[in-house]
């Protein structure tokens, strides 16, 4: 069997591939979906935000490496490790992420001497109801590489603090208002500040995935939208958020996300992240 | 090395053995380079993830794996299974005889189930020891060997059933 399988390998070998035209193509194809910077995390410890990431597809956005689903909710990834971002905010997504092992919730007055940032909270939104607000410190999974190069769960600590506020309205949609510290953006802003970094679009990949908000002054504010497909997911339809970076005057920076479940017009999603920032700091 | 160092290092070293690992799964040259690209660029985006640099193989094929087993996923559909293209040269040694067995064989591979292919094919096509391969499948070395001995007894089942009606095209029902 040995002797023939030799045989049938020379079989398998035939197949040979036309480099020069494979190369080509595979350039144009990472030439359109160019990739983020890699980043090595510090020795060799890894770390996961959560358990069963089900797709991971990098973009070159401003700070963020990869997106990522989980419980049918879409994340964005940052390059340093300070957790996931909620971008689609389904039932399911919801349940899923507030109920994993090891994650911690928060009411308000609980969440704020723990929170990085000043938590927003504005008063009622004509047309929509709240249904849910909480802090929550997600599991953060610490890992090592061991000697057969496999990785060992070593501890599980905790993300920082994010509030996550809910909305739906009549028509049962929903809104979710995430809330965090963005370390990265923090130390970008401090760097550059009074630099013409923070003020243009230097280094953001606006197109037609990413569009610049005007109406933001002083914050770096964008909407983002896409199909579920362009982020590889065999899910029909499309989605939108927007995503605003607000400095604080410590000049540390909050991100605040507004992501919809259902259509819902970008300028509501707008009108939402205005509601906040307008909001009295607590 | 920058970016397109790496990946024409890549394309130069694996994307033939990385295309034929594919073509087993999808039995279409032209969709199993199509999923090899997207391994590559999956590989691409994740390279820091990379721990043995100095033997790549293992880990991209098992994106490409992953990458062919998420397209099957994607939707159902007839193929026709085939023999891989035929070179323009034969060497001067191969008989007509020995090529059709050749080419029976590797056709029986090939209608194998998975989880005796894959392993008979990274351990008798690509050479890669056990260990390997099971890395690559995320198993254990014994549930390779195992497999490989079943792999080998399916083998000679269906050689012998074959016998009397010769080799040629079939079609399947395949998850592509």
């Known amino acids: 069997m040995e002797q023939e399988l030799r045989g049938a390998k020379r079989v398998y070998e035939r197949l040979t591939v036309d480099k020069e035209a494979f190369q080509a193509r595979l350039r144009q194809a990472l030439a359109q979906n160019p990739p983020a910077p890699a980043h090595r995390l510090p020795g060799k410890k890894k770390f996961a935000a959560i358990a069963i990431p089900l797709a991971m597809v990098p973009i070159l956005a401003f700070g963020y490496t990869h997106y990522f689903v989980w419980g049918g909710g879409l994340f964005l990834r940052s390059s340093s490790p300070e957790g996931p971002t909620s971008v689609a905010a389904s039932p399911y997504f919801v349940r899923k992420v507030l109920t994993q092992p090891h994650t911690e919730i928060y009411t308000l007055s609980q969440s704020m001497p723990k929170a990085q940032f000043p938590i927003r909270e ?19 999974y610490n890992e090592r590489e061991t000697a057969n190069g496999h990785l060992k769960l070593v501890r599980i600590t905790k993300l920082p603090l994010q509030y996550i506020d809910i909305y739906k309205n009549a028509r049962g949609q929903r809104i979710a208002v995430t809330q965090k510290y963005s370390a990265g953006m923090s130390w970008a802003y401090k760097k550059y500040y009074g630099t ?4 243009s679009s230097e280094g953001f990949a606006f197109g037609s995935n990413y569009q610049r908000l005007s109406g933001f002054p002083g914050d770096m504010a964008w909407l983002e939208s896409g199909t579920w497909r362009q982020v590889r997911l065999n899910v029909p ?11 604080e005057a410590d000049r540390t920076v909050t991100t605040i996300v507004v992501d919809a479940y259902g259509r819902v017009s970008p300028s509501i999603l707008e009108s939402f992240a205005h509601a906040y920032l307008r909001a009295p700091v607590k | 090395m920058d970016s397109e160092e790496l990946v024409g290092t890549w394309v130069a070293a694996y994307a033939d053995r990385l295309v034929r690992l594919a073509y087993t799964y999808v039995r279409d040259q032209a969709t199993a380079e199509d999923r090899v690209q997207e391994a590559f660029i999956r590989a691409y985006h994740s390279r820091h993830q990379l721990k043995n640099r100095a033997d790549p193989f293992p880990w991209l094929a098992r994106i490409v794996i992953n990458e062919c087993r998420s397209f099957r ?25 020995s090529r059709a067995q050749d080419e029976a064989l590797h056709q029986a591979i090939l ?34 060997r195992t497999r490989l001995n079943r792999g080998r007894d399916r083998l000679r089942r269906l050689l012998k059933e074959d016998e009397p009606h010769g080799t040629g095209i079939t079609r399947r029902e395949t998850g592509v």
């Open chain 1, 122 to 140: 504005p008063g009622r939104i004509p047309g929509w109801t709240k249904i849910l607000s909480e802090g929550v410190q997600l599991p953060l």
């Open chain 1, 196 to 199: 013409t970094h923070w003020s």
């Open chain 1, 237 to 247: 339809g499309s989605f939108e958020n927007v995503v605003v970076l607000h400095p």
């Open chain 2, 73 to 97: 996923r994607g939707s159902w559909r007839e193929v026709v299974t085939a023999d891989p293209p035929e070179q323009t040269r034969d060497s001067a040694e191969e008989t007509v005889l």
């Open chain 2, 111 to 144: 209608s194998l189930p998975d989880k005796y292919r894959v392993p008979m094919v990274l351990y008798y096509f690509e050479g890669l020891p056990s260990r390997d391969v099971a890395h690559i499948l995320g198993t254990n070395d014994a549930t390779i």
